[in-house]
């Protein structure tokens, strides 16, 4: 059974290709969720970042780990005495996810559009390949 291993700065998450999800906390908050899916190519990677601009995020695939790290700023800052609700949350987040095969780093794709990011990263072998026999004699 293949797991997909998701880390964070707050917490780890092995998530089954069945999507049960197993979680070990230290008791912090993640802040970027993510959505995994794969197809025969490729495995896609999913985010919401709103708020953040695409100068404030960076996006690394080193060997089968994929980061997504960035900063979400407050542009307006109320001060405590004033605040009836705080969950928005404005900081450096990340999320590192394991992907269970090889991969193809120089086709990776990543789209920011309308505060989502969707990171394509092809698969190394992404179908079977009928190998020609030659059959001369050496």
């Known amino acids: 059974n293949i797991m997909l291993e998701i880390t964070d700065i707050d917490k780890t998450v092995a998530v089954s290709q069945e ?4 979680p070990w ?7 970027l969720s993510v959505d995994i899916w794969q197809d025969a190519s490729a495995f896609y ?7 953040v601009s695409p100068d404030a995020l960076e996006i690394t695939l080193e060997g089968d780990l994929l980061t997504i790290r960035g900063t979400r700023r407050e542009e307006l800052v109320v001060p405590d005495e004033m605040m009836l609700v705080h969950e928005c949350h404005f900081r450096r987040f990340s999320r590192t996810v394991i992907l269970p095969e090889e991969v193809n780093g120089d086709d990776v794709r990543a789209n920011l559009s309308n505060g ?11 179908c079977t390949v009928k190998v020609p026999i030659d059959a001369t004699d050496l």
């Open 19 to 22: 999507g049960d999800v197993a």
């Open 25 to 31: 906390t230290d008791g912090l908050e993640g802040e």
């Open 45 to 51: 990677v999913r985010t919401a970042v709103a708020g």
């Open 116 to 126: 989502v990011i969707l990171v394509t990263v092809p698969k190394l072998h992404c």
